[in-house]
Structures are given as structure tokens and as C-alpha cells.
């Protein structure tokens, strides 16, 4: 594992001379899930988690499809996502979600897909573990997933609960007037309050070069200070972790103060960068920097059996 030090990692791109970024960049469901599945079959191939990563390409196209299916979740009063922006809070909680029909009836219909899917035998007990859940449990998988306390023995069940609630978390999100949320805390989706997943220093016209966290739970995006500790927000011990002889595209950026670390993908590197699928497929940078005493602070409901 390689370290580099501070500013010496990504070049300076002149951000403080070019007109402040949009702070969010809500989420574009009708073509983020398909992204995200053609992202992971073109990683899949020859890689050490092939069959998972297949098994994640399918799952993300039953996703896509279900973003057309399934109907609109609920969202709060234009009045309540108001005083909820002018109180730092998140607009559209993610807990709200372990009793809105759309999760539920979401959930129905992936399990059905995903039934017709081949995949690992450990996949299929597990769908078939979620699939015999009656409404009561559904919910408590629900609740599990929305307060990232999924427990061990079951992991695997909760990936379909979690990759529901990954749906209609985004159709809701994406409803938002982008200009409402503010930010909330370190860490905390301004949208739905949900956790990050991965950070992104994007490669998008007149933005290029800015960096963005996405959630883990509604794919929503805000921006974030570079070298600047997304767990904790210090400035201090900020160094960047990367696995020897692999393209620097992907780096653990870890905190002395807090040790912990959330990744930073470089899409002005490489442009097919995807938070979610880039994520499980650089596992291996994961172990190594858990070995070395960083805790990861970024979550991937995809990620949660390693």
C-alpha cells in the first residue's frame, strides 16, 4: 500500500477562480441504476469477484426497471421540507421509508425479478429467506437497512431490502427542488440523512475537478471540501492510501483524527467511475487499510458481508 501526503495526491484545478459549484446534484433515477449495471458487468470480467459482481449487474437492472414500475413515495409538505432546511436538518428522512407503501410494494416486485435470475447459491437462500418474510418483517429488514444496523448472520437477506429501499430513496430525492436542502453534518445526506458511500472528484463540464460525496441510501450528491476529513471534518492528518502497482483512480483517503476513511474516486482519470459498483469492486483496498487501523466510515449495503 502506497501513501501520499496532503495536496501532493490530486492536482489544484483553480476551483476559487471559477464561479462557486452547485452545492447538491440530485440524483437522475432513470439512468442511474442501468449506469451502475453496465459499470458492474464491465468490471466483473476476470476479477476475483466475478460471480458477486454478476450477481450485482443483475441486481441493479432489476433496479431500473423497478424506477418506472413502482409508484412515487411520499414526500413532506412543501412547508415541512422548509423549516427542515432552515433547522439543518435533512429534508426527506430516511427512516420514513420503513412504513411507505412504495418501499414495500418495491420490494415485492424485486424479489419476483430477481427470481428469475441465476446466481450464487448463497444469493438464492437468501432471496428466499426475504421472499418468505411476512409484511412485519419486511418492515424490520427495512429498519435495519435505514439505521445501518443490519445484522451479521443475515447480511446477505438484507441486500434486496436495501437495494428496494435504494430505488424509491432516489425517485424521492430526485422530486426535490435541488436548491432547498443545506447542509446538515459531516457525513449526513442534506437530503434523506443517509451515510456516504464513496466521494467523487467529478469530471463534468463547468464542475470539473469539484468534489462531491455521493449517499449510500438516495444517491443524492453534495459538495465537499478536497482534503478535508468527511467523518469528522478536520483539515489535519488528511493522507491518501493506495494499493501499489493499481491505477491511482481509486484512493482511501483517511484522518489521523478520527481514524477512519471514505474513498475518492477520480473521474477526471477515468470518466466509467461509479461510486456504488467501483466501491465492491476495490475491496481489496478496503482490507488493506482496515489493516492498517482505519475504519471505514463510508457504507455500501453491498459491502457489508466483507
Not at 424506477?67 to 430516511?94: C, F, I, K, T, Y
Not at 418501499?103 to 428469475?116: G, N, P, S, V, Y
Amino acid at each position: 500500500m502506497s501513501e501520499d501526503q496532503g495536496f501532493a495526491t490530486f492536482e489544484d484545478v483553480g476551483i476559487a477562480e471559477r464561479d462557486k459549484p452547485p452545492f447538491l446534484r440530485l440524483p437522475e433515477p432513470r439512468s442511474l441504476f442501468g449506469l451502475r449495471a453496465m459499470r458492474f458487468e464491465a468490471l466483473a470480467s476476470g476479477h476475483q469477484l466475478e460471480p458477486y459482481l454478476r450477481f450485482l449487474a443483475a441486481l441493479a437492472r432489476a433496479q431500473d426497471r423497478l424506477v418506472g414500475e413502482v409508484d412515487m413515495p411520499g414526500l413532506p409538505s412543501p412547508g415541512e421540507q422548509r423549516r427542515r432546511a432552515a433547522n439543518a436538518m435533512p429534508l426527506v428522512p430516511r427512516e420514513d421509508l420503513a412504513e411507505d407503501k412504495a418501499a414495500a410494494d418495491c420490494f415485492t416486485r424485486l424479489i419476483a425479478l430477481m427470481d428469475e435470475v441465476v446466481m450464487p447459491e448463497l444469493a438464492r437462500e437468501a432471496l428466499g429467506r426475504a421472499k418468505a418474510a411476512d409484511e412485519e418483517g419486511r418492515r424490520v429488514m427495512f429498519a435495519a437497512v435505514l439505521s445501518d444496523a443490519v445484522p451479521a448472520e443475515t447480511v446477505a437477506d438484507h441486500i434486496f431490502a436495501a437495494a428496494a429501499l435504494q430505488v424509491v430513496a432516489a425517485r424521492r430525492t430526485a422530486g426535490l427542488d435541488p436548491l432547498l436542502p443545506q447542509p446538515v453534518a459531516d457525513g449526513v445526506c442534506p437530503c434523506c440523512g443517509g451515510p456516504p458511500v464513496t466521494s467523487t472528484i467529478v469530471a463534468t463540464i463547468d464542475i470539473d475537478g469539484v468534489r462531491y460525496i455521493q449517499c449510500s441510501l438516495c444517491a443524492a450528491q453534495w459538495n465537499h471540501v478536497r482534503v478535508k476529513c468527511v467523518s469528522c471534518g478536520s483539515t489535519k492528518g488528511i493522507n491518501y492510501q493506495a494499493i501499489e502497482g493499481v491505477a491511482d483512480t481509486i484512493k482511501a483517503e483517511t484522518c489521523d483524527e478520527c481514524r477512519t476513511y471514505v474513498k475518492i474516486l477520480n473521474q477526471r482519470k477515468d470518466a466509467e467511475l461509479e461510486a456504488v459498483a467501483d466501491d465492491v469492486a476495490s475491496l481489496g483496498l478496503d482490507i488493506l487499510v482496515s489493516e492498517a487501523g482505519w475504519r471505514r466510515a463510508g457504507v455500501n449495503p453491498f459491502l457489508l458481508g466483507y
